[in-house]
């Protein structure tokens, strides 16, 4: 059977199929998706904090008295009162935003779609960060752009090859996550978010700015967002997914409404538009206050989660040559072994002790790079499993480094 | 500003850009949409139908059980119980799907974009009817193929000039729209539809079938889809917007397994995955036998529009050269004028009247022809808005055709 599908649908596919293949990542990913496996691999919010309540308090609100709005077709430009909220909350960030520069997208990951195929033709260069966010790349690869990248220090992406880089070639645009990287878990410090703005402004191009943690910081002070320094050379990318719910597929995009329009074109031939049901529900939501008290809640559980697994790792794994990031906030850590430990068949390894991380060679677009980084994930686990996990982790790459 | 923007922005874009400008049609639209005027010209399903009560149930009931399921990340491929449900009803359909022949989406036009994305090569012919459904042509566009058209009649399009076509010219696939075709009202005969069936293999082609008005026939039996006459070469697509509603933003494709795999990759850099919330919530809704339910009720309500509408065209449009398709199903009527009239110019009178349609020459791939038709929605109106809104348009007709 399969060899006849072989033969009909084979040759059908287009050559930019051939960039879209499931990533090694994925496959390496289903063995972690065991029951009783401790899994610091995905990157999932917390299920028992979900405001359940409030979601259904929204709908018995909504649906009697907006009903017919909720579920009929609305414009691909989103809905007003949505796109109100956020322009206004985009404005207490600092970014004089209005409805207009607002576009509302099934998950961030439809606007990182969405942007590749507003923007790249094939060749085109992106700078990014070496690791970078798989999903980014995952969706631009469909447009087969080159991957020029920069690495990362505890200060974010770095700014001395930037600008060297921008001197000799033709960057399309610059990929920034300024906030608790993923998966580096670093953040952009002001003064490299000053400098990158100006490189942008001085080599004529722009910058995605991906900022899903921006809210969730457990210490420390907030700095700005790129786009609030050069609002006209930024197109800045922020969820619901992390502060309400995944599930409900939500995202925003903010950007100057010149870039808005040709968005929204796109998006009007990729899914015509967003879910208007889940725009009502996380509109009523945010209106109602219960995701700012909502973030807050977040914010306490995820810093003590965070901080059991630094501490549980000052304890448990060791310490030679190995290395690890302090996030300040977000979902994320970032692991650096000793060079030569392979972390992508150390898996196999910990999937048999229970206990899963993601290898960090999946976040270089370039291949062949990272193959001693790991991220784990520590937003999702319980306390228990956190402290369980990362003691069976640590024993493995203690054996691992001829540490026991 | 816009001068600044236009500088800095203006020469960023991608090629493909230029093919995803908002269509003409949208900008003529929007003349349409003053709140007091009668408008055929949406494709709407009536939202005074909508099953708002069932759908706040299945939040109560689904919200408090399954929520921290229902908010959470979910596969790529879709949640299990839904593509259980379509599975099953597939197979009612005498297609013998399986869940791994099942992919949910963000609406067909989702289906329609992942389909172009997975197979289309700049260049690549594609053969449809003319007229064709303009999301369609939307959605490829971006990945620039070339059309090659046939002709419709009213047993639907025509495969005469289909085999000419498909000897001459290597064809990635036919698009076909079985069922009550928007735009044009017809339904394909099963002579024609075994026909299309047997030339894809002869030309070792395969077809997308598109039938999202298939559930909603008036009138007449039902024909066999051209999935369940060759599975292993047709991608199929039907959704919930019609039966259910369309702000869910909720369909599914069916396709062989080795297709589905393709897809899902392609979804996966799109948008991760479709809603979680709204696909458990269609599947509750749809489960409790609440869309078969809603289903006899919409036809019922529709198929006395459409009565109503063919009736008041009786009374009031002229007869010299105009003709009209008398739908079994679905949506949409179709109607040709005379030779030289220009619906798209005539449409600024007729909103001055009050009363909207679409110009025909949107649904036709390859420009420059239709400019005597138009497309009229009959879902959408009151039945004293038909009446009246038919009233006025024909009005207008036999003044344009000099019969008052």
């Known amino acids: 059977m399969n060899a006849d599908m072989e033969k009909i649908w084979g040759k059908t596919f287009a050559k930019r199929t051939e960039k879209i293949k499931s990533s090694v990542i994925r496959e390496l990913l289903k063995i972690t998706q065991q029951p009783d496996i401790i899994s610091f691999a995905g990157g999932l919010p917390a299920p028992e904090l979900f405001p359940i309540r409030e979601i259904e308090e929204a709908c018995r609100y909504l649906l009697p008295r907006l009903g017919q709005k909720m579920l009929q077709y609305s414009p691909t430009e989103g809905i007003q009162q949505l796109k109100e909220f956020l322009a206004e909350k985009m404005q207490k960030y600092g970014v004089p935003a209005e409805p207009e520069n607002i576009l509302p997208t099934h998950g961030s990951q439809q606007a990182l779609d969405l942007i590749g195929k507003v923007f790249i033709n094939e060749g085109d260069k992106i700078l990014t960060s070496r690791p970078t966010y798989l999903g980014a790349i995952q969706a631009w690869n469909a447009y087969a752009p080159e991957y020029m990248t920069v690495r990362m220090d505890d200060h974010g992406m770095t700014v001395d090859e ?41 080599y004529d191009t722009f910058i995605v700015e991906d900022d899903p943690y921006g809210e969730l910081r457990y210490e420390g002070e907030d700095l700005p967002t790129l786009i609030s320094m050069k609002k006209e050379r930024v197109i800045y990318l922020s969820t619901f997914s992390k502060t309400l719910a995944p599930g409900l597929r939500l995202a925003w995009i903010t950007a100057p409404s010149f870039v808005i329009k040709k968005l929204v074109q796109a998006k009007q031939g990729a899914d015509l538009h967003t879910g208007t049901f889940v725009q009502y529900i996380a509109w009523d939501v945010a209106d109602r206050g219960i995701i700012k008290a909502h973030v807050k809640k977040i914010r306490e559980v995820y810093k003590r989660r965070r901080d059991l697994m630094l501490e549980a790792m000052e304890k448990y794994f060791p310490k030679k040559g190995v290395k690890w990031t302090r ?59 956190i402290v369980e996990g990362i003691k069976r982790l640590g024993e493995l790459l203690k054996e691992e480094l001829g540490e026991k």
């Open 162 to 202: 930037m600008e060297e880089i921008l001197k000799n070639h033709k960057i399309k645009f610059i990929y920034v996550l300024p906030n608790f990287h993923n998966p580096a878990g670093v953040t952009l410090s002001l003064e490299r978010r000053k400098k990158i703005t100006e490189l942008a402004e001085k």
């Open 327 to 385: 996030p300040e906030g977000g979902m994320f850590l970032w692991v650096i072994l000793p060079e030569g430990v392979d972390t992508a068949k150390l898996l196999e390894k910990a999937v048999e002790r229970k206990v899963a991380y993601v290898p960090g060679f999946a976040f270089y677009p370039n291949a062949d790079d990272g193959h001693n980084t790991m991220r784990l994930n520590f937003s999702n686990a319980s306390e228990e499993n």
